[in-house]
């Protein structure tokens, strides 16, 4: 094998450990907010009297595991986030009405990681000799990122997934996180855990540690 083959064949697996390593990273969280948003609408249809500390799940009674596990599971992501309204406002008029403005942005975030989750799943790597070439005489800092292929209004284009694509979104799931627990928190009458969700919603994902720390948390 030459030397330029194997140039471009040490270019190839880079690529295809970024795109594994990126792809899986923002699978996994998108998995977890979608996780969150079920048990939310599960909550509202089976909210518990007395609440134990500890993971989301220790909020919900065992009808709406049950609803989760059997029923919500066999929905797709994008019909969970139109149900989200539905289901606050059938939980709470009041929460409702006093807080359109949060719903409507965590359905438009929710929405955006949706659709990144979708682009990652779905559309496949660019494996071109032209690109694959560009790639493999990239610096180190530049290793990282990978291209995928994605076909619209008749043509493909090409979409660039760089480690700063991946940070921005990334910290969009974290923070859509944050909101639907603030959501869920107001829905659930406790206001001083909502008002830390709606801090923790603003903060960079460097802060946070910092913040919560100091809010007592380990």
Sequence with gaps: MDKERKREFKAFSRMAQASAIG????????????????????????????????????????????????????????EKIALLEQCVQFRNEGIYKSNRKLIKQVKKDLDKVREFRNSLAHLPMDTSKEYVQQFSGQLTSDSDSFQVLEYKKGKVHKRNISPDVLKEELQR???????????????RNRPDEARQHELLSTVSADETSALLKRMGYK
């Design 23 to 78: 792809r899986g990273t923002v699978l996994t969280m998108a998995a977890e907010v979608e996780d969150l948003l079920t048990s939310i609408i599960a909550w509202c249809f089976s909210p518990i009297c007395e609440e134990l500390d500890g993971e989301v799940d220790s909020l919900l009674s065992e009808t709406a595991i049950a609803l989760k596990s059997i029923i919500l599971r066999r929905i797709d992501f994008s």
């Design 173 to 187: 799931a974290r923070v859509t996180l944050h909101k639907l627990l603030q959501l869920w928190s107001l829905l």
